[in-house]
């Protein structure tokens, strides 16, 4: 017979199992490409990746099994706002925009001006050179339409391209052969620009860290 307490792990394990074979996501933090004297921004800056399961069940989108769900945010400690958005090779655009996900935000996809990140040719070990077809940019008016609060989300929708599936995009961005960049305003209290590239470390998703605790609670309660 099998004991509750197991019963209840084998069931939590196969459920935590089921739901990673058919979502996932996975978010990446920056780092600062320029040396300037404006803050650093790299805390309160990140891109997540969703395969279609996880975007259409999060977000109520319709993304084909053929496409993936970019998310970009900006978690505001200092006052910042991402105006450009780029990718560099091997997705497939041209790059389609949602702005309804959260917050006011209000971008175009297919291109950005400047048509490259600034600063990118710095970029180690390779510059940065973006696929113009799969930029973003925020469109022309208030500043409030750029990513500038903690609750805007910007949805960039792109196809995946010469990749296979999910799996094949995050092994390409672990190994630097697909980069994102972030052209960020009106940083700080001087109201300067800066450049930013995503780090190549997956952090461990916070549900992981709550079944972990989970089952640690449970095997705590065995013991007593």
């Known amino acids: 017979m099998i004991k509750p307490y197991r019963f209840i792990v084998a069931i939590g394990c196969s ?5 990673n074979a058919s979502a996932a996501t996975a978010t990446y933090g920056f780092y600062k490409l320029t040396n300037t004297n404006v803050e650093n921004l790299s805390s309160q800056l990140s891109i997540t990746i969703w395969d279609s399961t996880a975007a259409n069940t999060q977000f109520g989108t319709s993304l084909a099994s053929s496409e993936v769900l970019f998310t970009v945010q900006n978690n505001v400690g200092i006052a910042s706002n991402i105006a450009e958005v780029y990718f560099d090779d091997g997705l497939l655009g041209p790059s389609v925009v949602l702005n309804s996900l959260g917050g006011t935000t209000d971008f175009s996809g297919g291109g950005a001006s400047p048509g490259n990140l600034p600063s990118g040719e710095n970029a180690l070990p390779d510059p940065f050179v973006a696929t113009q077809n799969f930029s973003a940019d925020v469109n022309p008016g208030n500043p409030s339409k750029g990513i500038n609060a903690s609750n805007d989300i ?11 599936d999910f799996n094949a995009i995050t092994a390409a961005v672990a190994n630097g052969n697909l980069r994102f960049g972030l052209h960020v305003r009106s940083i700080g209290v001087a109201g300067g620009s800066d450049s930013y590239i995503n780090t190549t470390e997956v952090p461990v ?19 007593k």
Do not use: V, Y
């Not at 459920?15 to 739901?19: E, H, K, P, T």
């Not at 605790?213 to 449970?218: C, H, I, N």
């Open 205 to 223: 998703p916070a549900a992981a860290w709550l079944f972990g605790s989970a089952l640690l609670g449970l095997a705590g309660f065995k013991r």
């Open 15 to 19: 459920l935590l199992l089921a739901a």
């Open 154 to 164: 910007l949805g960039i929708k792109l196809g995946l391209g010469s990749f296979a």
